[in-house]
């Protein structure tokens, strides 16, 4: 399974951006969805999650009301939908899938990962 993050740059604080995430090689469309972003000098973190439905997310408080995470399953993606974005958003951004359908916080129970994409929020 190959996954590919798109969609990064750099943008003002305020703004907004989509982040995509194809999925080749395998349809996940029975696999939870998630994304990650480490910031530099930082770990890497939870971010957003989503089931194999779409119908049940998760979102790490800090982001919680401004990012949106979801999902087509006859286009093999996923998407981040991110709004107001500040500062403290800049990081690289990678996507993640999971062997089963349920969706986590937890990095250690992803399988598979993109490359990252690095959004840079000016001040």
């Known amino acids: 399974v190959q996954l590919q993050a798109s969609g990064g740059g750099l943008v003002q604080a305020g703004d907004s951006l989509r982040l995509s995430c194809a999925a080749s090689?395998?349809?996940?469309?029975?696999?939870?969805m998630g994304w990650f972003r480490q910031a530099p000098g930082e770990q890497r973190e939870f971010v957003a999650t989503i089931d194999w439905s779409g119908r049940s997310t998760g979102y790490a408080e800090s982001v919680k009301g401004r990012f949106t995470v979801s999902r087509e399953n006859a286009k093999n993606t996923v998407y981040l939908q991110m709004n107001s974005l500040k500062p403290e958003d800049t990081a690289v951004y990678y996507c993640a899938a999971r062997d089963a359908e349920t969706y986590s916080t937890v990095e250690a129970f992803y399988d598979y990962w993109g490359q990252g994409t690095l959004i840079t929020v000016s001040s």
């Open positions: 090689g395998r349809l996940l469309s029975r696999n939870a």
